[in-house]
């Protein structure tokens, strides 16, 4: 089953569009607490509220190997555990093709990742070897959700920002490879819009809601699709770190479908 | 001392613009060798010859937990054995500051290395927490080697290249942070003057001599500063799969060299 495959069916068996950002801050975590024993927690509390989890591999890179055995083993877990919920590993890599073959082995092999994001500035040959992965999804930087963002991906080329250049491109490469997706900031509800008309019905991983403060109702009107899909909404902080990650998934994935029918 | 510090030393010592990309292909490698033994013997071969090694990170991800724990044992052999010379984790990363500081850590921190390869798409905060290690290099992509660099990176913002309009910024933060390189493809030999002209005597880390057919001699004639430094060239399959790896090292540094008393 590809990728957006997989993720339609979670989508609907959650009747969520949330995802889970498992990115567990070492110092944050109890001494005595592995990454992967903190991850199972939130992942046994938050797995019915879900379409998708994407932990972060700077996090576990962080620690050194044990953290990327945390890494595998959390994967590995939802994969025996809850087979039907996507894996997004949070990569933002690219590379020249020689070694972005070498990435793909890494992401898609060794961690067992659905789908990996990743970054255009090197452009489609350094993200080819991804691609032609087809049964898994490739999320590709468009409008990220940092304040400086604006730095180059406002830039104006020929009367359009390059955001949109390289929404224009995915839309191009998609055509032919079929399992592109963009990462569009929740801080970005204008600029939603303008990649929403660019990219048809693609699929959008929207990071920046919670401690990010994106604008929710605002990405929701401006990015969802007619069906009420279109959009995995990806919360991370907000969610791990709360009190009860049960009640803040359930809430935020209520709050999304709040939206979804409006 | 600092990265650029160090390498200025390397470079003086080894009379050497020369920089060895340690990136072991598996599928390479015989049977029973580690890319840690492959590497060693890359290493005690080319040691003399080069200013700098470059362990690009994806060849030992896709190996797993092994080829990254061969990682770390590679760059700790260049620390005891060949403490003058820097290690640079091609690394190409950038993320929401959050993360690029578990990334930072990872990277100077666990791995040790001297200076890192960062991805220039996200905008400054992405990479403020590698800059902020005053101690190490962020060599930031400006103009890569692959063949569709062009899909992005020559995009005309306001009249000049979206690569020009990063070289800007990255010469305008190494104002405060001083511990900034570019990345310049050695297929770029037109580019490089331009970018020359926007980085005063800032230093280029230039892949793509070899394999991927760059031009030498109109990238040292065009960005060569007038000391005969400001550039690092960095080469690996060529050198690391060649029958003798010590004479295609010393080939390569006299090669550069003549081009530096040119």
Redesign the interface.
């Known amino acids: 089953m590809d990728f957006k495959t997989k993720l339609d069916k979670a989508i609907s068996k959650s009747s969520s569009l949330l995802c889970v950002g498992l990115?567990p801050?070492p110092q944050k975590l109890k001494k005595s607490e592995s990454q992967f024993q903190f991850n199972k927690i939130i992942i046994e509390a938050t797995a019915a509220f879900v379409c998708a989890y994407k932990p972060?591999i700077?996090?576990y890179?962080?620690?050194?190997?044990t953290g990327?055995?945390d890494l595998?083993n959390t994967i590995f877990f939802l994969k025996k555990n809850y087979p039907l919920i996507p894996v997004i590993l949070d990569a933002?890599?690219?590379?020249?093709?020689?070694?972005?073959l070498?990435?793909a082995?890494?992401?898609f092999?060794?961690y067992q990742a659905d789908a990996v994001t990743a970054?255009?500035?090197?452009?489609?040959?350094?993200l080819e070897p991804f691609l032609k992965r087809r049964d898994r999804g490739v999320i590709v930087?468009c409008h990220?959700?940092?304040?400086?963002?604006?730095?180059?991906?406002e830039?104006?080329?020929?009367g359009q920002p390059?955001y949109i250049?390289?929404a224009q491109?995915v839309v191009q490469w998609n055509k032919k490879y079929k399992n592109l997706l963009m990462v569009v900031g929740a801080t970005n509800p204008t600029q939603i819009k303008r990649i929403r008309r660019v990219a048809g019905d693609m699929t959008f991983l929207v990071?920046g809601i919670g401690v990010?403060s994106g604008n929710l109702e605002k990405i929701c009107q401006n990015g969802l699709l007619k069906n009420g899909r279109g959009l995995v909404i990806s919360a991370s902080r907000s969610i791990i770190y709360a009190q009860d990650p049960a009640m803040e998934a359930q809430n935020l994935k209520n709050e999304i479908n709040k939206y979804r029918q409006g």
């Open positions: 990115d801050d972060n700077g996090f890179e962080a620690v050194g190997l990327l055995e595998k933002k890599r690219a590379d020249i093709g020689n070694t972005t070498s990435l082995e890494a992401i092999d060794f970054n255009p500035y090197m452009g489609f040959d350094s930087l990220t959700s940092n304040p400086s963002s604006a730095d180059f991906q830039l104006s080329v020929n390059l250049k390289v491109k990071p990010q």
